[in-house]
T-cell receptor, first 114, second 117 residues
Framework: AQSVTQPDIHITVSEGASLELRCNYS??????LFWYVQSPGQGLQLLLK??????LVQGIKGFEAEFKRSQSSFNLRKPSVHWSDAAEYFC????????????FGAGTRLFVKA | GAVVSQHPSRVICKSGTSVKIECRSL??????MFWYRQFPKKSLMLMAT?????????EQGVEKDKFLINHASLTLSTLTVTSAHPEDSSFYIC?????????????FGPGTRLTVT
Protein backbone atom coordinates (compact mmCIF):
# COMPACT_ATOMS: atom_id res chain seq x y z
CA ALA A 1 0.00 0.00 0.00
CA GLN A 2 1.07 3.52 -0.63
CA SER A 3 2.20 5.52 2.36
CA VAL A 4 4.30 8.45 3.47
CA THR A 5 6.22 8.47 6.71
CA GLN A 6 7.53 11.52 8.47
CA PRO A 7 9.33 10.08 11.47
CA ASP A 8 9.68 13.33 13.37
CA ILE A 9 6.49 14.67 14.94
CA HIS A 10 8.22 17.88 15.88
CA ILE A 11 11.65 19.44 15.56
CA THR A 12 13.16 22.46 17.26
CA VAL A 13 16.02 24.37 15.68
CA SER A 14 17.72 27.63 16.48
CA GLU A 15 17.27 30.53 14.16
CA GLY A 16 20.09 30.52 11.65
CA ALA A 17 20.76 26.82 12.04
CA SER A 18 20.31 24.32 9.26
CA LEU A 19 17.23 22.15 8.95
CA GLU A 20 16.46 18.73 7.58
CA LEU A 21 13.01 17.18 7.68
CA ARG A 22 12.80 13.53 6.85
CA CYS A 23 10.32 11.84 4.57
CA ASN A 24 10.09 8.26 3.37
CA TYR A 25 7.51 6.97 0.95
CA SER A 26 6.19 3.63 -0.17
CA UNK A 27 4.90 3.44 -3.73
CA UNK A 28 5.56 0.88 -6.41
CA UNK A 29 5.59 3.18 -9.40
CA UNK A 30 7.34 6.43 -10.23
CA UNK A 31 6.69 8.76 -7.33
CA UNK A 32 5.53 12.31 -7.71
CA LEU A 33 6.63 13.93 -4.47
CA PHE A 34 5.74 17.16 -2.78
CA TRP A 35 6.49 19.21 0.29
CA TYR A 36 3.86 21.57 1.63
CA VAL A 37 3.90 24.04 4.49
CA GLN A 38 0.91 24.96 6.62
CA SER A 39 0.73 27.86 9.01
CA PRO A 40 -1.81 27.62 11.85
CA GLY A 41 -5.39 27.77 10.63
CA GLN A 42 -4.33 28.09 7.02
CA GLY A 43 -4.38 25.99 3.89
CA LEU A 44 -1.32 24.36 2.38
CA GLN A 45 1.34 26.09 0.36
CA LEU A 46 3.50 24.14 -2.04
CA LEU A 47 7.20 24.46 -1.26
CA LEU A 48 8.56 22.23 -4.00
CA LYS A 49 7.86 19.15 -6.04
CA UNK A 50 9.70 16.34 -7.78
CA UNK A 51 8.38 14.74 -10.93
CA UNK A 52 11.51 13.64 -12.77
CA UNK A 53 14.99 14.75 -13.75
CA UNK A 54 17.44 16.33 -11.34
CA UNK A 55 17.02 14.67 -7.98
CA LEU A 56 17.86 17.87 -6.11
CA VAL A 57 14.96 20.25 -6.42
CA GLN A 58 14.81 23.84 -5.39
CA GLY A 59 11.72 25.39 -3.92
CA ILE A 60 10.47 28.63 -2.55
CA LYS A 61 11.69 30.33 0.61
CA GLY A 62 15.16 28.83 0.27
CA PHE A 63 14.07 25.22 0.68
CA GLU A 64 15.41 22.29 -1.29
CA ALA A 65 14.78 18.57 -1.27
CA GLU A 66 16.66 15.58 -2.54
CA PHE A 67 15.00 12.51 -4.02
CA LYS A 68 16.86 9.29 -3.28
CA ARG A 69 15.20 6.37 -4.97
CA SER A 70 17.43 3.78 -3.29
CA GLN A 71 16.31 5.02 0.11
CA SER A 72 12.73 5.90 -0.88
CA SER A 73 13.35 9.26 0.67
CA PHE A 74 12.61 12.87 -0.13
CA ASN A 75 14.12 14.94 2.67
CA LEU A 76 13.58 18.66 2.92
CA ARG A 77 16.46 20.95 3.78
CA LYS A 78 17.17 24.58 4.43
CA PRO A 79 20.65 25.92 5.22
CA SER A 80 19.55 28.69 7.56
CA VAL A 81 16.19 28.74 9.28
CA HIS A 82 14.27 31.93 9.93
CA TRP A 83 11.76 32.43 12.73
CA SER A 84 9.03 32.76 10.10
CA ASP A 85 9.67 29.16 9.02
CA ALA A 86 7.94 27.88 12.15
CA ALA A 87 4.99 25.89 10.80
CA GLU A 88 3.76 22.41 10.01
CA TYR A 89 5.42 20.65 7.09
CA PHE A 90 3.83 17.86 5.11
CA CYS A 91 5.47 15.48 2.70
CA UNK A 92 3.16 13.94 0.13
CA UNK A 93 3.14 11.53 -2.78
CA UNK A 94 0.71 11.59 -5.67
CA UNK A 95 -0.46 8.16 -6.73
CA UNK A 96 -2.38 7.05 -9.76
CA UNK A 97 -5.39 4.94 -8.88
CA UNK A 98 -7.25 5.41 -12.10
CA UNK A 99 -7.25 9.13 -11.37
CA UNK A 100 -4.73 10.68 -9.09
CA UNK A 101 -4.86 11.32 -5.40
CA UNK A 102 -2.38 12.56 -2.88
CA UNK A 103 -1.29 10.77 0.24
CA PHE A 104 0.09 12.92 3.00
CA GLY A 105 2.51 12.17 5.75
CA ALA A 106 1.53 12.92 9.32
CA GLY A 107 3.44 16.17 9.29
CA THR A 108 6.37 17.60 11.21
CA ARG A 109 5.90 20.65 13.37
CA LEU A 110 8.91 22.96 13.21
CA PHE A 111 9.67 25.19 16.16
CA VAL A 112 12.30 27.90 15.81
CA LYS A 113 14.00 29.29 18.87
CA ALA A 114 15.77 32.60 19.05
CA GLY B 1 -2.02 32.43 -10.48
CA ALA B 2 -3.62 29.18 -9.30
CA VAL B 3 -5.71 30.65 -6.52
CA VAL B 4 -8.37 28.63 -4.74
CA SER B 5 -10.85 30.23 -2.39
CA GLN B 6 -13.15 28.73 0.21
CA HIS B 7 -16.22 30.19 1.75
CA PRO B 8 -16.94 30.55 4.56
CA SER B 9 -13.64 30.55 6.41
CA ARG B 10 -15.40 29.80 9.66
CA VAL B 11 -18.88 28.57 10.41
CA ILE B 12 -20.71 27.61 13.57
CA CYS B 13 -23.90 25.64 13.28
CA LYS B 14 -26.26 23.83 15.59
CA SER B 15 -26.42 20.09 15.78
CA GLY B 16 -28.86 18.68 13.26
CA THR B 17 -28.56 21.47 10.74
CA SER B 18 -26.75 21.37 7.41
CA VAL B 19 -23.94 23.58 6.27
CA LYS B 20 -22.50 24.19 2.81
CA ILE B 21 -18.89 25.00 2.05
CA GLU B 22 -17.87 26.39 -1.31
CA CYS B 23 -14.58 25.89 -3.07
CA ARG B 24 -13.71 27.98 -6.11
CA SER B 25 -10.76 28.03 -8.47
CA LEU B 26 -10.40 31.71 -9.29
CA UNK B 27 -8.04 31.77 -12.23
CA UNK B 28 -8.04 28.32 -13.74
CA UNK B 29 -10.43 25.57 -14.63
CA UNK B 30 -10.38 22.67 -12.24
CA UNK B 31 -11.29 19.37 -13.79
CA UNK B 32 -10.80 17.70 -10.43
CA MET B 33 -11.39 18.94 -6.93
CA PHE B 34 -10.54 17.23 -3.69
CA TRP B 35 -12.01 17.56 -0.23
CA TYR B 36 -9.92 16.89 2.84
CA ARG B 37 -10.62 16.84 6.51
CA GLN B 38 -7.97 17.73 9.03
CA PHE B 39 -8.26 16.96 12.72
CA PRO B 40 -6.32 19.08 15.22
CA LYS B 41 -2.59 18.51 14.94
CA LYS B 42 -3.18 15.77 12.39
CA SER B 43 -2.57 15.26 8.74
CA LEU B 44 -5.03 15.74 5.92
CA MET B 45 -7.44 12.91 5.28
CA LEU B 46 -8.84 12.71 1.77
CA MET B 47 -12.61 12.51 1.92
CA ALA B 48 -13.55 12.50 -1.73
CA THR B 49 -12.52 13.33 -5.25
CA UNK B 50 -14.90 15.08 -7.58
CA UNK B 51 -14.70 15.55 -11.31
CA UNK B 52 -16.78 18.19 -12.99
CA UNK B 53 -20.11 16.85 -14.10
CA UNK B 54 -19.83 13.45 -12.49
CA UNK B 55 -20.45 11.90 -9.13
CA UNK B 56 -17.81 12.21 -6.47
CA UNK B 57 -15.66 9.27 -5.49
CA UNK B 58 -15.58 8.84 -1.75
CA GLU B 59 -12.80 7.31 0.26
CA GLN B 60 -13.50 4.28 2.36
CA GLY B 61 -15.25 5.14 5.58
CA VAL B 62 -16.61 8.49 4.41
CA GLU B 63 -20.41 8.63 4.41
CA LYS B 64 -21.51 9.94 1.04
CA ASP B 65 -25.00 10.69 2.28
CA LYS B 66 -23.63 12.82 5.06
CA PHE B 67 -20.99 14.67 3.08
CA LEU B 68 -22.64 15.70 -0.16
CA ILE B 69 -20.29 16.90 -2.85
CA ASN B 70 -21.33 18.72 -5.98
CA HIS B 71 -18.92 19.78 -8.72
CA ALA B 72 -21.30 21.69 -10.91
CA SER B 73 -18.80 23.66 -12.93
CA LEU B 74 -15.11 23.78 -13.71
CA THR B 75 -14.59 26.44 -11.07
CA LEU B 76 -16.91 25.45 -8.26
CA SER B 77 -17.33 22.52 -5.94
CA THR B 78 -19.46 22.42 -2.81
CA LEU B 79 -19.38 20.23 0.25
CA THR B 80 -22.57 20.01 2.28
CA VAL B 81 -22.40 18.50 5.72
CA THR B 82 -25.90 17.24 6.37
CA SER B 83 -27.42 16.82 9.81
CA ALA B 84 -24.20 17.96 11.38
CA HIS B 85 -23.13 16.65 14.77
CA PRO B 86 -20.36 17.81 17.11
CA GLU B 87 -18.08 15.05 15.87
CA ASP B 88 -18.21 16.65 12.42
CA SER B 89 -16.41 19.68 13.81
CA SER B 90 -13.16 19.92 11.94
CA PHE B 91 -11.05 21.87 9.49
CA TYR B 92 -12.14 21.17 5.94
CA ILE B 93 -9.77 21.95 3.10
CA CYS B 94 -10.44 21.74 -0.60
CA UNK B 95 -7.96 21.62 -3.43
CA UNK B 96 -8.31 21.97 -7.16
CA UNK B 97 -6.34 20.45 -9.98
CA UNK B 98 -6.22 21.73 -13.53
CA UNK B 99 -5.84 18.14 -14.58
CA UNK B 100 -3.00 18.71 -17.00
CA UNK B 101 -1.98 15.28 -18.15
CA UNK B 102 0.91 13.84 -16.19
CA UNK B 103 1.06 16.69 -13.75
CA UNK B 104 -0.29 15.73 -10.38
CA UNK B 105 -0.61 19.23 -9.09
CA UNK B 106 -3.26 20.64 -6.88
CA UNK B 107 -3.80 24.02 -5.31
CA PHE B 108 -5.27 24.32 -1.87
CA GLY B 109 -7.90 26.58 -0.47
CA PRO B 110 -7.39 28.30 2.89
CA GLY B 111 -9.73 25.93 4.68
CA THR B 112 -13.02 26.19 6.54
CA ARG B 113 -13.28 25.73 10.27
CA LEU B 114 -16.58 24.06 11.09
CA THR B 115 -17.82 24.01 14.67
CA VAL B 116 -21.02 22.15 15.47
CA THR B 117 -22.58 23.00 18.81
Amino acid sequence: AQSVTQPDIHITVSEGASLELRCNYSYGATPYLFWYVQSPGQGLQLLLKYFSGDTLVQGIKGFEAEFKRSQSSFNLRKPSVHWSDAAEYFCAVAVNTGGFKTIFGAGTRLFVKA
Amino acid sequence: GAVVSQHPSRVICKSGTSVKIECRSLDFQATTMFWYRQFPKKSLMLMATSNEGSKATYEQGVEKDKFLINHASLTLSTLTVTSAHPEDSSFYICSASPGTSGRYEQYFGPGTRLTVT
